[in-house]
């Protein structure tokens, strides 16, 4: 029997794991497995607080797999979110060897390893690295050296960083069940490919994450990561006001949330008078839709505050963000949240859906292919670093091919 040639991406979050595994084929990917576990109390914050919990979880995931017949999945693209994930700007140079020399595959690889021996603390796991612009003897504007000459070469990279131990913490459990964890990847970098285009990353977009117990911006131009921060407030923020106002506990606020939230921005709507029942511990309790549509409004535009605070710390964003802003989360599909995102960020701003070319999808995910946004992101960032590999390999083995070739010619002529 051929061995399947699998792909795995594992989206961790505070209260479920999802996986997606997918057979690569002739450069694209046909999706064999998705599903999707709840995980109480083992994440907070994209960190492991509960390790048996976490790989219970995932455990469950890999029997399932099995189960429909996908007993392959020994390695998986994992995530990582988290309030301590850390971007900074760094510049590095080089001098190049000899006046006028050409710079090679080697003097970028040599700068950039530089960036990392210099700006990554121990306590620190190196995420990502963007080289954002390159400099050759000063001049400015360079996107890629390889070929030219020169004698000083200089790059200004951004890095993403995250703790040490969180990412141990994750590859740990990872091992724990049996797998290998191929990298560690930013959600938000893992969305940018399920979710966007080629076009709005190129032209440059703003991506909102709106998590549970986070929210998540992000700016990508140009394939990098150009800016990344994390705020401390997310979904369960609307829910737990929704709890502490009625006194219920979170469960219940969160399924009232989902039932009866709406966002009516000219709050006019006829159905903010309409009467909900509330029962907990043998008290009853009458509320309005226009109660709870008072508190979501309240705390998303307490959230939406912070991150237009963040987005003007980003001096170039106006000149960066051209394709607007894609928003990403559960709360999206509540009634009128879009509308009422437009109206109050000022620009132009779209729900975050799965883009059409991801893949050859063979199972139709519906509606709930948002549960599987990341993972899939992380499968398609898979399949490309797996081609990359295998590209490099045999970019190797040719030189190799031909230097032996040539030691043999050199002891006859």
């Known amino acids: 029997m051929i061995k399947k040639n699998i792909v795995a991406g594992l989206e961790m979050s505070r209260n479920k794991l999802s996986m997606a595994a997918a057979e690569i084929k002739n450069g694209n990917f046909d999706l064999l497995f998705t599903s999707k576990v709840r995980c109480q109390d083992g994440i907070k914050n994209g960190a492991i607080i509960n390790l048996d919990s976490v790989t219970e979880a995932m455990l469950t995931l890999l029997e399932e797999a099995r189960q429909k017949g996908e007993k392959g999945i020994s390695s998986v693209f994992v995530n990582i979110s988290g309030l301590n994930i850390k971007q900074e700007l760094v510049n590095s140079a080089i001098t190049l060897p000899q006046r006028g020399c050409e710079i090679t595959q080697k003097h970028i690889k040599d700068l950039i390893e530089s960036c990392k021996i210099v700006s990554v603390p121990m306590d620190k796991y190196l995420l990502h690295l963007f080289p954002l612009e390159y400099k050759i003897d000063g001049q400015e504007g360079v996107r890629d050296p390889l070929g030219l000459c020169g004698n000083r070469l200089e790059a200004e990279v951004m890095i993403v960083t995250a703790p040490f131990n969180q990412v141990q913490n994750i590859i740990k459990a990872v091992n724990f069940c049996g797998m290998e964890a191929e990298?560690?990847?930013?959600?938000?970098?893992?969305?940018?490919?399920?979710?966007?285009?080629?076009?709005?990353?190129?032209?440059?977009?703003?991506?909102?994450?709106?998590?549970?117990?986070?929210?998540?911006?992000?700016?990508?131009?140009?394939?990098?990561?150009?800016?990344?921060?994390?705020?401390?407030?997310?979904?369960?923020?609307?829910?737990?006001?929704?709890?502490?106002?009625?006194?219920?506990?979170?469960?219940?606020?969160?399924?009232?949330?989902?039932?009866?939230?709406?966002?009516?921005?000219?709050?006019?709507?006829?159905?903010?008078?309409?009467?909900?029942?509330?029962?907990?511990?043998?008290?009853?309790?009458?509320?309005?839709?226009?109660?709870?549509?008072?508190?979501?409004?309240?705390?998303?535009?307490?959230?939406?505050?912070?991150?237009?605070?963040?987005?003007?710390?980003?001096?170039?964003?106006?000149?960066?963000?051209?394709?607007?802003?894609?928003?990403?989360?559960?709360?999206?599909?509540?009634?009128?949240?879009?509308?009422?995102?437009?109206?109050?960020?000022k620009f132009t701003v779209k729900r975050g859906s799965l883009k059409q070319n991801l893949g050859s999808l063979k199972q139709d995910l519906g509606s709930a292919g948002h549960d599987y946004t990341t993972s899939l992101g992380l499968l398609e960032f898979g399949l490309k670093k797996r081609q990359k590999r295998q590209t490099e390999g045999n970019t190797k083995f040719f030189k190799k091919v031909f230097r032996k070739t040539g030691e043999l010619l050199s002891d006859y002529f």
């Open 183 to 345: 990298e560690v990847i930013l959600t938000a970098v893992a969305n940018t490919h399920s979710m966007l285009t080629d076009e709005e990353k190129k032209q440059g977009v703003l991506l909102i994450d709106l998590k549970t117990d986070s929210t998540e911006i992000s700016i990508f131009k140009e394939y990098s990561l150009l800016f990344f921060k994390a705020i401390p407030k997310g979904q369960a923020n609307i829910t737990n006001k929704i709890a502490t106002r009625l006194n219920v506990p979170f469960e219940i606020a969160e399924e009232l949330k989902i039932k009866y939230g709406f966002l009516d921005s000219a709050q006019q709507d006829a159905r903010n008078q309409d009467v909900i029942p509330v029962e907990w511990l043998g008290e009853k309790q009458n509320i309005t839709r226009g109660e709870i549509n008072k508190i979501v409004s309240e705390q998303l535009e307490s959230i939406f505050n912070m991150i237009l605070q963040e987005i003007r710390n980003f001096k170039a964003f106006s000149n960066v963000v051209k394709a607007g802003a894609v928003i990403s989360g559960g709360c999206t599909d509540m009634e009128g949240i879009m509308e009422w995102v437009n109206q109050n960020l």
